[in-house]
């Protein structure tokens, strides 16, 4: 039977079927429930249902940045997510939650019972639990949480959608979406099929923090594209053959794509370069202000790093930006003065230039290993701009962490060629040892089996 807890007390309810016999509680009682759903399933109708059967319900909808910001991109946005809220009789309000904690929304509107389901006693839910039974003790309110439903899962749903509504035109404003709803975007470089799947599907879930942490998009780097094609980084890969990589990674995988443009090439060829990865469903390419036989810009000073002229780069960035048909595309503009020791006034400069001809974005790249130069250039670009996206590629100064690199002003960090570094001596390895043995047998531990093989590649 249903025992009213004390006031002052904040207690965590298993809702079991007994509790659905007694009467309606009094409809002056107030129910909080939190939601994320893109699509609601019969378990969060159940929760809803249980909730108000309590009292009036206020749905607390996570907001699109909430979302972003601990799981992934929202597949419907707030406004419209909120209007099926509405439509439920069961509901009587809809605010937003800004965050995945509850703690303001509960302080404010002291709700009577929080209702949940009972999954989030553990995992990554768990700290959010424990927060909202600690205020919730403040004024004595109370946890309510409903058994599980067994048998649908909002994650497999979500899987199971995105490859559906994987079309091109939202797959390309998803890079948009994703700068103006998270602090900061994590690429990691991809270069083939089964590189790609592997980051759309890797995650990492701790204990010290709430919510699940995944690749947001992927790099597609020139020198990893034309090193597993065992040809040098000279641009000597065309387009054609990289637009055919490009496809491999669209067809297996669902984040929005960057492209290395190198030096975007001619400006009349540019102006189709930047039609066709629009068409394609790419979101942005980024291309550099270096002229002639492309050098590899880790090579610093230790190679000849010829810097192309302002003027004649941003020309060639506003023809790219004329050419493009949506809005949704992004043109970058890599800044190479600090890798041609030009220094961090050239930087400046070539960056304001750039943005006035229609440059979406920059990166700055540096091979300074503490990280000194970078600081700088951020402080002072800052100073000029506080919205324009800045892209990072922290190769050198890989000691940093993405959050510092955020704190200091970058939008997008790009891990830009770790799979091919880690690739290559794997396989070399593995070679090496059969060869020396003259069987297989050597390897056996650290290859995987055909079975695995066979199932990493959903059908």
């Known amino acids: 039977m249903w025992r009213r807890m004390p006031r002052f007390v904040a207690a965590s309810i298993l809702l079991s079927s007994e509790f659905y016999e007694e009467e309606p509680v009094a409809s002056n009682k107030t129910v909080y429930i939190a ?53 439920l009789s069961n509901v009587t309000h809809v605010v937003p939650q800004k965050s995945l904690s509850y703690a303001d929304n509960l302080r404010e509107l002291k709700p009577d019972y929080v209702v949940h389901g009972d999954d989030w006693r553990n995992g990554v839910q768990a700290m959010v639990r424990d927060e909202v039974i600690k205020v919730l003790a403040e004024y004595g309110g109370q946890l309510i949480e409903v058994p599980y439903t067994e048998g649908v899962s909002g994650s497999e749903i979500d899987q199971a959608l995105r490859p559906i509504i994987n079309t091109t035109e939202l797959r390309r404003a998803k890079l948009r979406r994703l700068l103006a709803l998270r602090p900061y975007i994590r690429a990691m470089e991809v270069s083939n099929g089964l590189s790609a799947l592997i980051v759309e599907n890797v995650k990492s879930v701790s204990p010290d923090r709430p919510g699940v942490r995944e690749y947001d998009a992927f790099w597609v780097s020139s020198l990893c594209d ?169 190769t050198s100064y890989n000691h940093l962490y993405e959050e510092e690199l955020n704190e200091i002003g970058a939008n997008v960090i790009i891990h830009a060629n770790h799979l091919l570094r880690s690739a290559y001596p794997a396989m070399l390895r593995t070679a090496q040892k059969i060869l020396d043995a003259g069987r297989s047998k050597e390897v056996d531990d650290e290859i995987m089996s055909i079975k695995e093989v066979l199932r990493l590649i959903p059908e």
């Open 226 to 394: 034309s090193s597993f094609k065992g040809k040098p980084d000279i641009e000597l890969v065309d387009w054609s053959s990289r637009m055919e990589t490009i496809d491999e990674i669209m067809e297996v995988s669902t984040k929005p794509i960057i492209v290395d443009g190198d030096t975007g090439g001619r400006i009349e060829h540019f102006k189709y370069t930047v039609k066709t990865l629009e068409r394609a469903g790419v979101s942005a390419v980024i291309i550099e202000d270096k002229t002639g036989l492309k050098q590899n810009s880790l090579f610093g000073t230790d190679a000849v790093q010829v810097l192309d002229d302002p003027h004649a780069f941003a020309e060639k960035i506003n023809a790219g930006k004329q050419a493009q048909v949506t809005r949704d595309f992004m043109i970058i503009a890599r800044l190479e003065s600090l890798i041609a020791g030009a220094g961090i006034d050239d930087a400046i400069e070539r960056a304001k230039i750039y943005i006035e001809a229609g440059a979406d974005g920059i990166m700055i790249h540096s091979r300074h290993k503490d990280g000194s130069e970078i600081r700088e250039f951020m402080a002072r670009f800052r100073e000029y701009s506080t919205d324009i996206p800045v892209v990072m590629v922290p």
């Open 35 to 87: 939601m994320s759903a893109d699509v609601l399933h019969k378990g969060h109708l159940k929760v809803i249902q249980a909730g108000a059967e309590l009292g009036q319900v206020t749905i607390g909808l996570l907001t699109d940045e909430s979302i972003a910001t601990y799981k992934r991109l929202p597949i419907v946005d707030w406004d419209s997510r909120k209007a099926v809220f509405e439509a």
